[in-house]
């Protein structure tokens, strides 16, 4: 067996390995300045309106500014209310909920009364029920259904949703134990669901429709 070197001999070596290279000199000549690329500005439209925009003040103006940025079947959002839950929705979205009762076959279409909020990219309408807090606060304390918040009444906007099936989930089984007692239940559920097709969003004028009183006819004699 050779005999090991002596430590004299492993320092040195250790000690060049450790050795790191010096920090380089900072430059010595400054960047150039940026100049604009031989295209031009960007051509990209903006995140946000300009701060000269003008914010309509009447809803018929604001509507004419929804449309001009959107259509019915792209484009536009609107928050809902359905199965005392708030909904983010889009056309042509598939929306699962509990089931809805009384049960509709398959093909049925339902519209949306509970809008509150209709929107594109950079504009809104939003009802007072859109805020967390107004919502809240009114939620409950009604006589038809616990609701007497407005909402954006079907002249402004109006959405369809088309019933596509019924359907339930896996089983569930709930074991219920109390101990030292001898009491033991299963509980077996299923829930059901209802899936939902989103129409297109449309728009109206935003000018309330003209109550048509009916005139009385007198008999004929």
Same mark, same amino acid.
């Given at each position: 067996? #050779? #005999?090991?070197?002596?430590?004299?001999?492993?320092?040195?070596?250790? /000690?060049?390995?450790?050795?790191?290279?010096?920090?380089?000199? *900072?430059?010595?000549?400054?960047?150039?300045?940026?100049?604009?690329?031989?295209?031009? *500005?960007?051509?990209? #439209?903006?995140?946000?309106?300009?701060?000269?925009?003008?914010?309509?003040?009447?809803?018929?103006?604001?509507?004419?500014?929804? !449309?001009?940025?959107?259509?019915?079947?792209?484009?536009?959002?609107?928050? /809902?209310?359905?199965?005392?839950?708030?909904?983010?929705?889009?056309?042509? @979205?598939?929306?699962?909920? *509990?089931?809805?009762?009384?049960?509709?076959?398959?093909?049925?279409?339902?519209?949306?009364?509970?809008?509150?909020?209709?929107?594109?990219? &950079?504009?809104?309408?939003?009802?007072?029920?859109? @805020?967390?807090?107004?919502?809240?606060?009114?939620?409950?304390?009604?006589?038809?259904? =616990?609701?007497?918040? &407005?909402?954006? #009444?079907?002249?402004?906007?109006?959405?369809?949703?088309?019933?596509?099936?019924?359907?339930?989930?896996?089983?569930?089984?709930?074991?219920? !134990? !109390?101990?030292? !007692?001898?009491?033991?239940?299963?509980?077996?559920?299923?829930? =059901?669901?209802?899936?939902?097709?989103?129409?297109?969003?449309?728009?109206?004028?935003?000018?309330?429709?003209?109550?048509?009183? =009916?005139?009385?006819?007198?008999?004929?004699?």
């Amino acid at each position: 067996m #050779p #005999p090991r070197p002596p430590m004299r001999a492993i320092a040195p070596v250790l /000690a060049r390995a450790l050795q790191t290279t010096a920090p380089l000199p *900072p430059p010595t000549s400054t960047l150039p300045p940026s100049t604009p690329s031989a295209a031009g *500005p960007s051509t990209l #439209p903006p995140l946000l309106p300009s701060a000269s925009a003008v914010l309509p003040s009447t809803t018929p103006e604001a509507l004419r500014l929804l !449309k001009s940025q959107s259509s019915s079947s792209s484009g536009l959002y609107l928050l /809902a209310r359905l199965h005392s839950r708030t909904y983010l929705l889009h056309p042509r @979205d598939v929306l699962t909920v *509990p089931t809805l009762k009384p049960l509709s076959p398959p093909g049925t279409t339902l519209s949306l009364t509970r809008i509150l909020e209709v929107g594109s990219r &950079e504009y809104a309408i939003r009802s007072p029920a859109a @805020d967390g807090k107004t919502l809240r606060k009114t939620v409950g304390t009604g006589e038809e259904g =616990g609701w007497e918040t &407005e909402t954006i #009444p079907p002249w402004v906007a109006q959405c369809e949703l088309t019933v596509l099936e019924h359907t339930k989930s896996p089983m569930e089984r709930l074991l219920k !134990k !109390k101990r030292r !007692k001898g009491y033991e239940k299963t509980i077996e559920h299923k829930q =059901g669901w209802t899936r939902l097709r989103v129409g297109d969003i449309v728009l109206g004028e935003g000018v309330r429709p003209e109550t048509e009183v =009916g005139t009385e006819t007198e008999p004929l004699a």
